[in-house]
């Protein structure tokens, strides 16, 4: 579970990066895309390139919020203190001990 983790947030920083690098300059310098039809390449022209950027920055966000969450789920492995389930089983069991020397 702990190697899914680290992969899941590797191929996701890849892929952030990718979006990040390559699709925000391409979307923001033009009007048209560029096409590979059959090894020629033609300008789509008519295409919605400024919904293609929102949708672009959409999954930016997105990714970046799945990056995070799996930060999190990472420091919840590796760091047993650092979940609420943890402090309730620390309590529950104070009080089984507190009982138990009671009897």
């Known amino acids: 579970y702990l190697l899914r983790t680290v992969l899941e947030?590797?191929?996701?920083?890849?892929?952030?990066?990718?979006?990040i690098i390559e699709g925000i300059p391409i979307l923001d310098d033009?009007?048209?895309?560029?096409c590979d039809v059959h090894s020629y390449y033609f300008e789509c022209s008519g295409q919605p390139a400024q919904f293609y950027i929102y949708i672009l920055y959409f999954t930016i966000i997105i990714t970046?919020?799945?990056?995070?969450c799996n930060i999190y789920n990472l420091m919840w492995l590796?760091?047993?203190c650092f979940g609420k389930l943890?402090?309730?089983?620390?309590?529950?069991m104070r009080n089984?001990?507190?009982?138990a020397g009671e009897a």
């Open 64 to 68: 970046s919020c799945y990056i995070l």
């Open 96 to 99: 089984m001990r507190e009982l």
């Open 30 to 34: 033009s009007n048209t895309i560029v």
């Open 78 to 80: 590796t760091l047993p």
């Open 9 to 19: 947030i590797i191929v996701a920083l890849i892929l952030l990066t990718y979006s």
């Open 86 to 92: 943890s402090r309730l089983m620390t309590t529950y």
